[in-house]
């Protein structure tokens, strides 16, 4: 996927905590709503495809490595392939939040991963990753400043270019 060159760059602010956590707390509804389609459909695999019986569903390891893996994967794809298209989430576009590189691009699928990696790791620090957002002098969390990414706020659209 080529990057895609942002317009709005000059009219542009860091986002700050509040506005992102609003954000992460409706993508993290959307993720669990994913979470729970794949679960089923693994659940489906297991007993259709494999033919195990409702007792053996869950049991052994390799049932569960297969379905954490599935899990992880599928919650990487939706934000990896929303933050490269059009640099949002769903829950990042109701809070007119954007990411993008330093020059105002889409981001890489290694700055994704990247991303998506530090974001566990600041949350698992409890939140800290995060909370680096009140201290950065540019508002920048783990996540972004391992990424080198940035996270904005978009202007409101004006009624002008609403009613065009």
Do not use: C, K
């Amino acid at each position: 996927m080529m990057q895609r060159q942002f317009d709005q760059l000059d009219d542009v602010w860091p986002a700050g905590l509040g506005r992102r956590l609003g954000a992460m707390l409706y993508d993290a509804l959307l993720v669990i709503a994913i979470w729970i389609l794949l679960a089923v459909l693994h659940v489906v695999f297991v007993r259709q495809v494999l033919g195990l019986g409702a007792d053996e569903v869950g049991a052994g390891s390799l049932q569960r490595f297969t379905l954490q893996l599935l899990l992880v994967a599928g919650a990487f794809l939706f934000f990896a392939f929303s933050w490269m298209r059009g640099g949002m989430t769903l829950g990042m576009q109701a809070w007119r939040l954007r990411v993008q590189t330093r020059g105002g691009r889409s981001i890489t699928l290694r700055q994704s991963l990247v991303r998506f990696l530090v974001a566990w790791l600041s949350l698992a620090a409890f939140g800290l990753g995060y909370l680096w957002v009140l201290f950065d002098s540019e508002r920048r969390s783990w996540p972004d400043i391992a990424s080198n990414t940035r996270v904005v706020v978009l202007p409101r659209a004006s009624r002008r270019q609403s009613s065009a």
